[in-house]
């Protein structure tokens, strides 16, 4: 009987384990049919120095050492001479006669570009071209009857699905790691033209510009950064959606460049305290705080305060959503866009324009002399009137310049030199031209409201919503 028991359990033990087995994502296929259209990319610029060329790395980075053991360096006597600043990445083979994606940080300003197979042919690649804003490269080398990846969905990923990259990290040439997909659409700040695909995949410095696989062996995205505080994988990864990829690197093919729409208008978004301000019944869209002069949304007629719901029939979730929409359309397209203004909805046909290289900050306005007998207001600001050369040099009728922030104002991340336009509160607006004008206006709201300010801040206008607003 006890033999018959033990049997037993074994047999249960046995299977639990099978099944365990059984249930675990298996990458062995998708690595063997796969592995072949991955690449390997090294670069070489030449650049111009004195002495000994020093790593791009903090003595802290893990990356340090790594580089420091493994990359001869020439000692310097002072005297100018030219060094081999080497790269190295990966990339992966979209069609069999030759052309390659990889990340734009991988080749941007490179001299050579040299592209590896992983049946150890080597090929000098030529770059078609190059999109920083999406960080997406196209290559070509001559070459026929190469293996090519197979494209997915990333709208049909799911989060908890379980992907792989296979890549170069360090140099180790067809590396698989896998993971999970951690989160979709996610805004990183400058990034505004990608809606990331978040995984905890094993990225490293040679992964970048590699292919991010689903179960069934098909691209969904293009590695291209990681969240890290020491330069080294802490499991948290980011990839380009393919689409997004594909669709840069069909206007780099035909035309080298990459064409943008653009509104013309700058944006922020729309918190709890700013909905309740305009009167908007829940967070949603992207509010415009200044709009271009001359530009499409002028001419169509936007206005600072309108809150952006909808583009072309697609809603508008947050203001990281915004740039990727009217990015994506071509310039000279014509659209409808949904705004909130006034407590109500309004539909407005704009001409999309064309996104230009980007221009420099302005500068800050001058300011007011400060006042230092004046006591702060409720809200904690020292305030006074614009003069009439202050008001034609910021071209602004009215406003009011803060010379002080104390209290809550400093808190709300208020500053010396912005200038208060208007106050916002329960979907009315109020534009400010007086000191006692405003002073008696924030009396008259409620002990614990919320108050939102109009500011304009050198050549930008945000808006700032005071959380809480205390007693007199």
């Known amino acids: 009987m006890k033999h018959l028991i033990?049997?037993?359990?074994?047999?249960?033990?046995?299977?639990?384990?099978?099944?365990?087995?059984?249930?675990?994502?298996?990458?062995?296929?998708?690595?063997?049919?796969?592995?072949?259209?991955v690449v390997n990319i090294s670069t070489t610029q030449t650049v111009r120095g004195h002495g000994q060329m020093s790593l791009p790395f903090d003595e802290n980075d893990p990356a340090y050492e790594f580089f420091k053991r493994f990359i001869p360096r020439q000692p310097g006597d002072g005297t100018p001479r030219e060094f081999q600043n080497k790269s190295l990445g990966s990339g992966f083979i979209i069609s069999s006669?030759?052309?390659?994606?990889?990340?734009?940080?991988?080749?941007?300003?490179?001299?050579?570009?040299?592209?590896?197979?992983?049946?150890?042919?080597?090929?000098?690649?030529?770059?078609?071209?190059?999109?920083?804003?999406?960080?997406?490269?196209?290559?070509k080398i001559e070459a026929t009857g190469l293996p090519a990846v197979k494209m997915g969905d990333p709208a049909q990923l799911k989060v908890g699905e379980w992907v792989a990259a296979i890549g170069s990290p360090f140099g180790f040439?067809?590396?698989?790691?896998?993971?999970?997909?951690?989160?979709?659409?996610?805004?990183?700040?400058?990034?505004?033209?990608?809606?990331?695909?978040?995984?905890?995949?094993?990225?490293?410095?040679?992964?970048s510009g590699g292919p991010l696989f689903n179960m069934r062996g098909e691209v969904v995205g293009i590695n291209s950064m990681i969240y890290s505080r020491t330069g080294?994988?802490?499991?948290?990864?980011?990839a380009i959606p393919i689409d997004v990829a594909m669709d840069v690197q069909e206007q780099l093919r035909s035309t080298g460049r990459v064409s943008r729409g653009r509104l013309g208008i700058v944006i922020q978004e729309v918190s709890k305290e700013l909905a309740e301000s305009l009167g908007l019944a829940r967070p949603m869209g992207a509010v415009v705080n200044a709009v271009e002069k001359g530009g499409p949304a002028e001419k169509a007629g936007l206005e600072p305060g309108d809150v952006i719901l909808n583009v072309d029939g697609k809603t508008v979730g947050s203001s990281s959503d915004l740039p990727r929409m009217v990015g994506s359309m071509r310039p000279g397209t014509k659209t409808v866009v949904q705004v909130w203004r006034k407590g109500a909805t309004r539909d407005i046909a704009v001409t999309v324009g064309e996104m230009a290289d980007e221009k420099p900050a302005g500068i800050r306005p001058q300011r007011g002399s400060k006042a230092p007998e004046q006591a702060p207001n409720r809200l904690g600001l020292v305030v006074s009137e614009l003069?009439?050369?202050?008001?034609?040099?910021?071209?602004?009728n009215s406003g009011l310049i803060i010379e002080d922030v104390r209290g809550i104002g400093?808190?709300?991340?208020?500053?010396?030199?912005?200038?208060?336009?208007?106050?916002?509160?329960?979907?009315?607006?109020?534009?400010?031209?007086?000191?006692?004008?405003?002073?008696?206006?924030?009396?008259?709201?409620?002990?614990?409201?919320?108050?939102?300010?109009?500011i304009r801040r050198g050549e930008m206008q945000t808006f700032v919503t005071v959380r809480n607003l205390g007693g007199d």
């Open 6 to 37: 033990a049997l037993f359990s074994l047999i249960v033990v046995h299977a639990l384990a099978l099944a365990q087995t059984r249930g675990l994502p298996d990458f062995t296929e998708l690595a063997e049919k796969q592995g072949a259209a």
């Open 97 to 139: 006669d030759g052309y390659i994606l990889t990340n734009a940080h991988v080749v941007d300003s490179a001299d050579e570009v040299v592209v590896r197979l992983t049946d150890k042919r080597e090929f000098k690649a030529r770059t078609i071209g190059v999109d920083k804003r999406t960080d997406v490269a196209l290559l």
């Open 173 to 207: 040439d067809s590396s698989v790691t896998a993971g999970i997909v951690s989160a979709k659409g996610r805004a990183l700040p400058q990034e505004n033209f990608v809606p990331f695909i978040q995984t905890d995949v094993a990225i490293n410095p040679g992964n």
């Open 232 to 238: 080294g994988y802490m499991g948290v990864s980011f």
């Open 387 to 396: 003069n009439a050369e202050q008001k034609r040099e910021l071209k602004l």
């Open 410 to 454: 400093a808190r709300a991340d208020l500053r010396p030199g912005d200038i208060v336009i208007a106050v916002i509160s329960r979907g009315a607006t109020t534009e400010l031209r007086t000191v006692d004008q405003f002073n008696k206006l924030l009396a008259s709201f409620e002990k614990g409201s919320n108050v939102t300010l109009l």
